[in-house]
């Protein structure tokens, strides 16, 4: 029997460091929400900076026997945690939609593309290659091995609970990496959770400690500025992310950065418009709209620009709003009061500017933090919300008349993470797909994630790619090793 509660006392709330739950120094706690109604759904450990050290110790001291350890072995064990993870789908479902919100049907979902990371990387722990070559010379031989970068930091955000861990912990095991993690203090659970199902797969001691902390900064800066660990994998906000490569620099860490995006979704006279309204729902809604992927901004041609606003908003506006865990619900709360606060905030801006609201649009009054599933047309170029992250279910849509004119406005920003783009001629698709400014593309296609594609963003979207056959190189160092004969 699956209850709210049951799921939630199954979880250590603990401090997970050298394979031991400890409480935090001075047994501090923070609290953990539920955003639906603000209701406090339990206590965790609420590590300090002395915490922190002792988790970075264990992983220190977990590396040599770590590194040593045959990749088939750390292959079995990441299959396990694919396959516990796949077993307790539904409850770590339950747990995930209590703290972050999301319907249970996108909380499975994410479980499940969680677990993916696991098997994908299992896989690839057994094929990290080297290589043999003659010197140009002809007299000299050169090895070339990779080894494991070190004891790696990583940092994952409350928007993908889970599947930000498996992203990075997948290939930091595979890879012969010991870690500490701390997960974002809104959504500590799910990781807690995930550490004891690692635990349970065979995981050795010390090799994932988890740090959950209502002190970011303060636990996580003296860790980076210490030199020991060797690399930082952060998902989150490009402010925060540049902040902490300026960290990084002083011992100079390797860094994969997955930070902010701002994913036009170009529509032209010539797509397949039933497609591009799919693609239009997943791209925008999947998520509550808390994705880094998310389509912030819809550029759509003018032959079509009338009947896809028109289309988006029947289906924007057919969706059910409410708390994630009730039948039927595709809009759950947001993440926290100020996350519906900045939604509110750009909608006004856009409106003040000339917007139009074609459904949605007001917040809707506490408890929990609720805003609509939102459609704005003639939205001017210049609203906030065409530079800024909305992180909401809110669709602007912005008509175009020729593609000079949308690849100027779609690549008219920062960031440089995801672009979509709908198109049924192929000339036209592989044209526009080399001129926008992204590191993954959407053709015709609304979701672009998978744990088997290099996902990772250009510009100041960030640094490093996961996932993919490249997602473990992250992890490893190239040794050359240059041999006379
Ligand atoms: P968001 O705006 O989505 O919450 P953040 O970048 O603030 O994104 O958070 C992503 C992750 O980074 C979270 O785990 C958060 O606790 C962490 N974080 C925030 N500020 C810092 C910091 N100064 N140092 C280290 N980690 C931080």
């Known amino acids: 029997e699956i209850s709210e509660t049951g799921v939630v006392n199954a979880v250590t709330k603990e401090l997970f460091i050298g394979g031991k739950w400890t409480s935090a120094a001075g047994g501090k706690t923070f609290p953990v929400l539920d955003p639906s109604n603000g209701g406090l759904l339990c206590e965790v450990a609420d590590a300090s900076p002395a915490d922190g050290k002792a988790a970075l110790d264990a992983a220190v001291a977990a ?57 994908w990387f ?5 094929r990290i290659d080297g290589g043999y070559a003659v010197a140009p010379n002809g007299s000299g031989r050169f090895l070339v091995t990779k080894q494991p970068v070190g004891p790696t930091l990583l940092i994952t955000p409350w928007n993908f609970p889970m599947a930000m861990g498996g992203r990075k912990i997948g290939p930091a095991i595979a890879a012969g990496c010991t870690t500490v993690i701390k997960p974002a203090e809104q959504t500590p659970l799910s990781m807690l959770a995930l550490a004891g199902i690692l635990a349970e797969a065979g995981l050795p001691d010390g090799v994932l400690n988890v740090v959950t902390t209502s002190d970011a900064g ?18 989150g906000s490009t402010a925060v992310g540049r902040t902490l490569l300026e960290q990084c620099a002083e011992k100079v860490l390797r860094t994969s950065m997955e930070l902010g995006g701002n994913a036009p979704f170009l529509v032209f006279d010539d797509a397949d418009l039933d497609a591009a309204i799919d693609g239009a729902m997943q791209a925008k809604m999947r998520n509550i709209g808390e994705a880094c992927t998310a389509a912030n901004r819809f550029y759509v041609q003018r032959g079509v620009y009338d009947e896809f606003a028109r289309r988006l908003t029947e289906r924007m506006s057919a969706l059910v709003m409410g708390r994630g865990t009730e039948d039927g619900v595709t809009v759950g709360p947001l993440i926290d ?58 669709a602007p849509i912005s008509v175009f008349d020729t593609e000079d004119e949308a690849v100027a406005a779609a690549n008219n920003t920062e960031y440089g993470l995801v ?31 998978n744990p088997a594609a290099p996902f990772g963003g250009i ?18 160092e190239i040794k050359y090793i240059a041999v006379s004969l």
């Open 63 to 119: 590396q040599p026997g770590f590194a040593a350890m045959p990749p088939r072995e750390r292959g079995e064990i990441l299959r396990r945690a694919y396959e516990l993870l796949l077993a307790r789908n539904e409850e770590l479902a339950l747990l995930m939609t209590l703290e972050m919100g999301k319907p249970l049907a996108e909380a499975r979902g994410e479980v499940a593309y969680a677990a993916e990371f696991f098997r």
């Open 122 to 126: 299992a896989e690839e722990a057994v």
């Open 218 to 235: 303060g636990v996580m800066e003296p860790l980076i500025r210490d030199g020991r660990a060797r690399k930082l994998s952060f998902t």
């Open 337 to 394: 009061p100020a996350a519906v606060e900045k939604v509110s905030g750009l909608v006004l801006d856009a409106t003040e500017r000339g917007a139009k609201v074609l459904t949605g649009g007001v917040a809707v009054e506490g408890p929990g933090n609720f805003y609509p599933a939102t459609v704005l047309t003639d939205v001017p170029l210049n609203a906030k919300m065409a530079s800024e992250e909305i992180f909401g279910p809110v």
């Open 419 to 449: 672009s979509y783009l709908y198109t049924n001629d192929v000339k036209r698709a592989l044209r526009v797909s080399e001129r926008l400014e992204a590191g993954m593309i959407g053709l015709n296609q609304g979701i672009v994630s």
């Open 459 to 476: 510009k100041q979207s960030g640094l490093g790619r996961e996932g993919g056959t490249v997602g473990i190189d992250e992890f490893l």
